[in-house]
């Protein structure tokens, strides 16, 4: 689902060196790098900024925290991680959060940048990726820097290599999950001790944090309307019957959770219907077949879901209209919500690992 | 109407009418900043969580497009702007509205145009204009920015009452953010680390805090939308004399600052005050990149004015306007302290929203 976004990602970032060695980013670089020698590109740039940065981290581990970087990825040999240009004062903390041991601060993004890529031997055909990361003004600067260069768009050679999860990125991911569910718990908890729906969010939001989440996006109810929002005060408002949305990021994966405190017909046709897109969702089946095996017309206006990695939206959506297939290990996040007159009606989740034979549940 | 949305829309006409524009076209991606423009929530009161835009005519109506649909009733609830149109394909919406009220062949002025707009809408690019405009901030705007600060020093308050060795940076984090959520804060830009000598500033890691660390933050809380800054430094456990004199340097440094601005000086004239008790210390080395940043910065809603308190910044200091005046920076052994304060500019000088001035406090361990 859509949610608010912080001016800046303020939870626990740090590169968890266990759950992801060099050797998972080597790995990764090498078969990017593959994939760029069969597109004859000579090099990629890939830009990313603090909340979309799924390329980006991907090669680099690197979690921009403010402002934008960028990785420099020759056709062969060490990438190259970019992390703004003047000053550099953050160059001490990246160099303790990414496995990429070349970390820069350009002191231009003319001359030095295409001295970077002269330096790294890379010429001719170059993939860029996420340049709209960094807002439309810097990206003109950019592709002006690469005047000469045959520029091509990465995106989709990315997006191809990440589609589907690798092993210790699906841990990460039932890492985030398993923090959406503290939230949730917390949430049920102040629920129960009658506290009001904004109050019961924030304790939720504490909980994530303090076991570690890097980003916690939470909607809940919280007037008359019924509907789900952020919360941006607090107010005595509380109903029998919470509908809440938690996401939240750990080590830059997502995953998320629908809550319901509450039962009742609703809550039971949005399950039934989440469980009927985690069996339709199977290795080659579309988005759209999962779409339309819900059934549930008047939750279409939420969104029945997308992927999940080092994104919170990402491709495909589970839509009518998005005909993508599915490949095994790519992780979805399933979502039913209806709505109630004059109540919060029932939002019901799975996040679930596509086989060949359906979607796994992963939390 | 809120009255000071029929101030600001007057304003923002006037703006239209100096540039001869029929239609303004107000544009958000959904994400926000703490220290740049943020021109639908100025005109509208309202925060979108994805693209939004005001269309605000030379006469009538102002129409607010939000996305996705079901936004529509936090549109209504928390806007100023009565007519909403919503949709979940968000350049449908916009065209929709464009078609409806008949503003296709508008002469157009667009605010946050690079942030996403299509560039198929045309138009002058106003965001200079409106930088200028609401440089000197306005009522609710400097309402906002007291609640904000007062949020932020109880976060901090916070943050010293809690402390303790074998906490995780994280987890003092998840604290004070859970405090100025909890006092209404509605974002935070939140910077904390903990150090026996830091290089630089930083978010919270890992770490696991110990007797003698060196804790730094910027504790940046939004009321309303509008962000305000403190920048701390305090030490678990006692204060070594090194650690008090060089506190004090950058004490000294900001008050100086603080002397120095007042309506008709430039920014480059407050930086150098404050890089005199440095530099006169032999540390000029250190007060310049990647020893520290700026001296400072505007926190915006409707502008960032004045702008980043760096040397070459020309800008000239109004009454009215506000930033945070933060001479942080590194210095040998001591490493990386924070000091900061927001301040308005009045004919006296500047003017410290907060109630009690950066000191380098001990906590005991």
Known sequence: MQTMSSVLLHGRASWDRNLFPPDEFEERVAQVQAAMAREDLGGLLVAGNFLEYGNLAYLTGYLPWAGWSAAVVPAEGDITLVTGVGGGRELPVARTRTWVPDVRNLKNLNDALRDLLADRGISGRVGLASLGTLGSRLEQRIRAGLEGFACVDAGPLLARQRAALRSRELSAVREAASIAQRAAEALGLAHQKKRPNTAAAIDADYVARRDGALDVRILVNQDASGELQPVEDQSDFRSDTMVAYIAVNAMGYWADLGVTLGTGPLLDRARAAVEVMVRAARAGARASDVAAAASVPEAKRWGLGAALGLGLNLPPAIAADDHTDLVSDMVLSLRVRLPEAGGPGALATELVRVTPTGGVALA | ?365
């Open chain 2, 1 to 365: 109407m809120s009255d000071i949305f029929s101030i600001r829309t007057g304003e923002a006409r006037r703006m239209m009418a100096r540039a001869g524009v029929d239609l303004l076209v107000a544009y958000s991606n959904g994400q926000h900043s703490m220290g740049t423009l943020d021109a639908v929530r100025w005109l509208s009161g309202f925060k979108p969580m994805s693209e939004a835009a005001v269309l605000l005519p030379k006469d009538g109506e102002a129409v607010l497009v939000v996305s996705p649909a079901w936004d529509e009733a936090r549109a209504i609830k928390r806007g100023w702007v009565e007519e909403v149109v919503a949709g979940n394909d968000f350049a449908a919406a916009f065209e929709g509205a464009i078609s409806k009220y008949g503003w296709g062949s508008a002469k157009k002025g667009l605010l946050g145009a690079s942030r996403g707009l299509d560039p198929a809408v045309a138009g002058i690019d106003l965001d200079a204009q409106l930088e200028r405009l609401a440089a000197v901030r306005d009522e609710l705007e400097l309402e906002l920015m007291q609640q904000a600060t007062d949020i932020a020093e109880k976060g901090y308050q916070h943050m010293l009452e809690v402390l303790r060795p074998g906490m995780r940076e994280y987890e003092l984090c998840a604290e004070i953010e859970h405090c100025v959520r909890s006092l209404g804060a509605d974002d935070d830009f939140l910077l904390m680390a903990a150090s026996r000598c830091h290089p630089s500033v930083r978010g919270a890691g890992d770490r696991v805090i110990d007797v003698g660390d060196v804790i730094i933050g910027e504790i940046s809380p939004s009321a309303g939308g509008q962000f305000t800054q403190i920048c701390r430094t305090a030490v678990l456990g006692p204060v070594s004399d090194l650690q008090r004199e060089h506190h004090k340097l950058l004490a000294d440094s900001m008050a100086a600052g603080m002397k120095a601005g007042r309506p008709g000086v430039k920014i480059s004239e407050v930086v150098e005050a404050m890089n005199e008790g440095p530099i006169k210390a032999g540390y000029e080395k250190y007060c310049h990149p990647p020893y520290m940043r700026v001296r400072g910065h505007g926190l915006g809603l409707g502008s960032s004015m004045p702008g980043d308190l760096g040397p070459e910044n020309q800008t000239v200091l109004e009454a009215g306007m506000t930033f945070v005046i933060h001479p942080n920076q590194f210095l040998p052994q001591t490493g990386y302290f924070m000091v900061g304060e927001p301040v308005v500019v009045t004919d006296e000088g500047l003017k410290p929203f907060t109630k009690r001035i950066a000191t380098l406090d001990s906590v005991p361990a």
